[in-house]
């Protein structure tokens, strides 16, 4: 197949140009980001996660709200299995999964991305 060099070169030219429209419209990572044309408070809040938190999740049928959640920490790169033995299998399907102490006490865990957004829990 054969692509002539008019061809070779818009190709190029829109590459470049659409590569450059990517960086012109990235703002400066240290600048705050705007709402309604007004910059937010430069302000860095730290979640405090020994509170409860609601847990707004998407996962493939939806959107589902956990309830009065404490975030508890991550599951590791590997799965051990009832030996001990690490079994590298499950290493890519739940490495880095997001644990969560539910209101019932049990845990949870839940993948990564899958947290939209969080609430404080009211008390």
């Known amino acids: 197949m054969r692509i002539s060099w008019a061809k070779y070169s818009l190709i190029?030219?829109?590459?470049?140009?659409?590569?450059?429209?990517?960086?012109?419209?990235?703002?400066?990572?240290?600048?705050?980001?705007?709402?309604?044309?007004?910059?937010?408070?430069?302000?860095?809040?730290?979640?405090?996660?020994?509170?409860?938190?609601?847990?707004?999740?998407?996962?493939?049928?939806?959107?589902?709200?956990?309830?009065?959640?404490?975030?508890?920490?991550?599951?590791?790169?590997?799965?051990?299995?009832?030996s001990g033995i690490i079994s590298r299998e499950y290493s890519s399907q739940f490495g880095r999964w997001l644990v969560v102490e539910l209101s019932d006490g049990r845990r949870a865990c839940l993948p990564p991305g899958s947290v939209t957004f969080l609430v404080e829990t009211k008390r």
């Open 12 to 82: 190029t030219l829109l590459s470049a140009g659409t590569l450059l429209c990517g960086c012109a419209s990235t703002p400066p990572r240290d600048q705050p980001p705007t709402i309604a044309g007004q910059p937010v408070p430069n302000q860095n809040i730290v979640l405090d996660f020994s509170q409860r938190y609601d847990l707004v999740c998407r996962d493939g049928q939806g959107v589902q709200t956990n309830t009065s959640c404490r975030i508890l920490g991550y599951t590791g790169e590997t799965v051990r299995d009832a």
